[in-house]
């Protein structure tokens, strides 16, 4: 089918200007995570008004088809009537009580379910949190202090984990925070990711002292990175050998590239598992998880300290319940696949007409174009992506209402609200995009 050809539209910011300069007075750089400040493409970002379904639409009146699902967690759309219904119930009951309810259980015998490596879990609000929980959990369990983590995998702004950092940290340049003490370096090792021989060169370089390997099976923020076949399966084998434990975040990937995550994609599974985004349903939440025998190590009931007052939180509970409500219906993942492999499809042409250095990654629905001539398979093939060129086509699309990741360093998701019209539209604007940008 031909699609028509869109037209750039006039094209301007004032009311967000506005709000940018307004945010940045009372703000650091004007927003609450660095991922949305358009470092990596320049310029102000457009402030957020609405959303419904698959659509963005800003205070300047400008209406976007939205690839980053408020970075992953929207992979049934903007403000889902069985979301909205459930959350409007449980705010009419309590925001929050400091207190149990029945809900929490309900939404971790639904992951227990879900996810094959985990026997119980804890909710906590975050990513950030649900990683740096796992890492407690690993060095308590074990006795061994050391972590093993791959370049270019962000899982979050705890110290040790700020080493070599995807996501933000490689867009800003910053893949060391200050902040970050010597210490807190000195027990994270660094390996390349797909490379499952320098993981073993650590392991035995550093034996009896590496309590996790941990890292994102199929990487996200340096792009849509895929793990080469047998990699994690070699990552598993490995940590077995040496007593270590394999943690698998899957904060992006949980509930997206299939109900039970990457673990259940690609048959691996891991000692912990880290959750967020889709669980919270655009709520905040996340959770961790393993066997009963390692979880029975989490306070109240072992010595491994972790709590929270809005961990389990009425209103996100609610929502992630919907959520995963949903993406059991029939077909929820086959159309996923189907979508984002008809966006896949059509930027692979889009850019090979237009003569861009190029390559398109997918998993499910996760995806990325990025400007590099060949396969991307870890950090240092991401950083050699043409990021000009990326920053050119990001504001081409923008301005034909297309809202993509503000960085090649990130992936983009599609959602159930997509339909086939959204993808259409969206590769029609990259053609036109791409011989802009080129231009």
């Known amino acids: 089918m031909t699609t028509p050809a869109i037209s750039r539209p006039d094209y301007d910011l004032p009311k967000s200007s506005a709000a940018f300069a307004r945010a940045s007075r009372v703000i650091p750089g004007g927003v609450n995570s660095p991922a949305r400040a358009f470092g990596a493409v320049g310029g102000e970002p457009p402030f957020m008004a609405r959303a419904e379904g698959a659509y963005l639409h800003d205070v300047d009146g400008h209406r976007y088809v939205d690839y980053i699902g408020s970075w992953g967690p929207m992979i049934v759309g903007h403000v889902h009537p069985k979301v909205r219904a459930a959350v409007t119930e449980a705010l009419a009951l309590g925001s929050s009580f400091g207190a149990p309810t029945e809900r929490e259980a309900e939404i971790a015998e639904a992951v227990v379910a879900a996810v094959p490596s985990i026997e119980m879990c804890r909710f906590v609000s975050s990513g950030t949190e649900a990683t740096m929980s796992a890492i407690r959990l690993a060095r308590g369990y074990t006795g061994r202090d050391k972590i093993v983590k791959m370049a270019g995998c962000y899982h979050g702004h705890a110290d040790s984990l700020l080493i070599q950092a995807g996501s933000a940290a490689t867009t800003l340049g910053v893949p060391n925070s200050p902040g970050v003490t010597a210490g807190a370096a000195a027990d994270t090792l660094l390996s390349p990711f797909n490379d499952a021989a320098a993981v073993e060169a650590l392991l035995e370089a550093n034996p009896g002292q590496v309590a996790a390997v941990l890292l994102e099976p199929v990487a996200g923020n340096m792009g849509l990175v895929p793990p080469e076949p047998g990699y994690l399966q070699a990552l598993r084998d490995l940590t077995t050998k040496h ?16 109900y039970g995550g990457a673990q259940e994609r690609f048959g691996v599974s891991p000692d912990i598992t880290a959750l967020g985004k889709v669980i919270g349903g655009g709520l905040p939440a996340a959770a961790y998880g393993a066997s009963r025998e390692i979880m029975a190590k989490v306070s109240p ?3 491994i300290y972790q709590a929270g007052t809005l961990s389990g939180n009425p209103l996100a509970m609610a929502a992630g319940l919907a959520t995963l409500e949903i993406l059991r219906e029939p077909g929820a993942y086959d ?5 984002t492999a008809r966006l896949a499809d059509g930027l692979e042409a889009a850019a090979r007409e237009a003569g861009a250095p190029h390559v398109v990654q997918r998993v499910g629905s996760m995806i990325t174009l990025f ?14 992506s043409d990021t000009a060129l990326f920053a050119r086509f990001f504001w081409e699309m923008l301005a034909r209402g297309v809202y993509l ?6 992936a983009a998701f599609v959602s159930l609200a997509h339909t086939e019209a959204d993808i259409d539209h969206t590769v029609a604007a990259a053609r036109e995009a791409l011989a802009a940008a080129l231009g």
């Open 371 to 384: 400007f590099h001539d060949g396969p991307v398979r870890d950090y240092e093939d991401a950083k050699g």
């Open 243 to 258: 007593g270590t434990l394999l943690i698998f975040d899957e904060v992006m990937t949980g509930f997206r590239l299939a």
């Open 335 to 339: 159309r996923l696949e189907a979508l």
């Open 405 to 410: 990741p503000c960085s090649q360093f990130e």
């Open 301 to 303: 009931t072992g010595p």
